[in-house]
C-alpha cells in the first residue's frame, strides 16, 4: 500500500521568491499525503496553489486539510487554492489549536475572515466546491478511514499549533512544526508523538546558535530536531519551516552539517518527493 509524501512549500514566515531561494524554495507550508485512499494536505500556505492545479490536472476531487495553526504563513494560500472555487469538489478543513486556547471563533469563521474586507476582496462564500469544517482539541485522536489514523499534540507556539501523526498501514508520518523547545530539556509531547515514526516533519526554523535571539517567537532548531529524533528512534528527520534569510547558501550549510550529525536528517525543499513504502 502506498504512503506518498510531497512537499509543495517548506519556507516559513513569508513567501521568498527571488534568486537566492531557488534550490530550496519559497513556498510557505503546504505539504501532501496520499495513502490508504486518503489525500491529506497539512496547512495551506503559498506552496497550496500549485498543489491545487495539480489535483485539478490528476482530477482528485477531494481531500482533507489539517492544519497546524492559523498565522498567516500557513492560511495565506487557501484563497488562491482553486479547486475550492469549483463545484464538484470536496475538502474538510480541521484544526485543533483554537479550541485549546483564548480563541472564541472556530476554524471557519478564521477561514472567512481571512476572506473578508478589508483583508482579501473575494468572500468564503464564493468558494462553489463542498467545504466542511471541523474543530477539535489538539490531543485528540480520530481516524480519516478505517486505514489511515490520526494522533495529535499540542505544540509549544504563540496562539496554540498542533502536531499530527499520520499512520496507515504500519507507516507513520509525524508533522512537528511551529513548535518551541526549552534547551536542555525535551519536549516529552513531542518525543511520545514521534516515537518510532518513519518520517519526522520538523521545525527547523533556527540554528542552535541563532535560537537565544529568537526565544518566544515559537520556533525550534535543526540541532533539536535531530536531538528529538534520536532520542524517539525515529528513521528520518525533514528539516521544514525555513527562516526567510537563510538563503541557498545557507541552507546548503545546514545541510551539510545536519547529514554529518545524523544521516538520517535531510532538508526539504519545494517539490521533493518522499516514498514511506
Known amino acids: 500500500m502506498s504512503f506518498k509524501v510531497k512537499f509543495w512549500g517548506v519556507r516559513g514566515s513569508v513567501p521568498c521568491p527571488g534568486p537566492d531561494h531557488l534550490t530550496y524554495g519559497g513556498n510557505t507550508s503546504c505539504i501532501e499525503v496520499a495513502m490508504g485512499g486518503e489525500r491529506v494536505i497539512l496547512d495551506a500556505g503559498t506552496g ?35 479547486p475550492a472555487f469549483l463545484p464538484g469538489y470536496s475538502f474538510k478543513i480541521m484544526a485543533g ?30 468558494m462553489k466546491a463542498s467545504l ?38 504500519g507507516k507513520s508520518l509525524c508533522y512537528v512544526t511551529d513548535t518551541e523547545h526549552v534547551p536542555g530539556h525535551a519536549d516529552e509531547k513531542v ?52 527562516d526567510p534569510d537563510h538563503e541557498d547558501r545557507v541552507m546548503e550549510a545546514i545541510e551539510a552539517n545536519a547529514m554529518a550529525v545524523w544521516g538520517g536528517a535531510f532538508v526539504a525543499r519545494d517539490n521533493m518527493r518522499v516514498n514511506l513504502d
Not at 471541523?134 to 498542533?162: I, K, M, Q, Y
Not at 542552535?208 to 530536531?225: C, I, L, Q, R, Y
Request: neutral net charge.
Open 48 to 82: 497550496i496553489r500549485n498543489l491545487g492545479k495539480w489535483l485539478m490536472r490528476k482530477h482528485v476531487t477531494s481531500a482533507t486539510i489539517l492544519l497546524s495553526h492559523t498565522h498567516w504563513d500557513h492560511i495565506c494560500g487557501l484563497p488562491f487554492f482553486r
Open 97 to 126: 489549536h483554537l479550541q485549546n486556547g483564548k480563541a472564541a471563533r472556530g476554524i471557519a469563521d478564521v477561514i472567512a475572515g481571512q476572506m473578508s474586507d478589508p483583508f482579501f476582496p473575494v468572500p468564503i462564500e464564493a
Open 132 to 169: 466542511s469544517f471541523v474543530d477539535f482539541r489538539a490531543g485528540e485522536s480520530f481516524d480519516l478511514s478505517p486505514r489511515v489514523h490520526v494522533r495529535t499534540t499540542p505544540l509549544n507556539h504563540p496562539d496554540g499549533s498542533t502536531g499530527y501523526r499520520l499512520s496507515h498501514a
Open 191 to 242: 518525543l511520545s508523538l514521534i516515537e518510532g515514526a518513519d518520517l519526522v516533519i520538523y521545525d527547523a526554523t533556527y540554528t542552535d546558535k541563532e535560537f537565544p535571539a529568537k526565544a518566544g517567537w515559537g520556533h525550534s532548531t535543526w540541532e533539536e530536531g535531530i536531538r528529538l529524533c534520536r532520542a524517539a528512534d525515529v528513521k528520518r528527520l525533514a528539516i521544514f519551516h525555513h
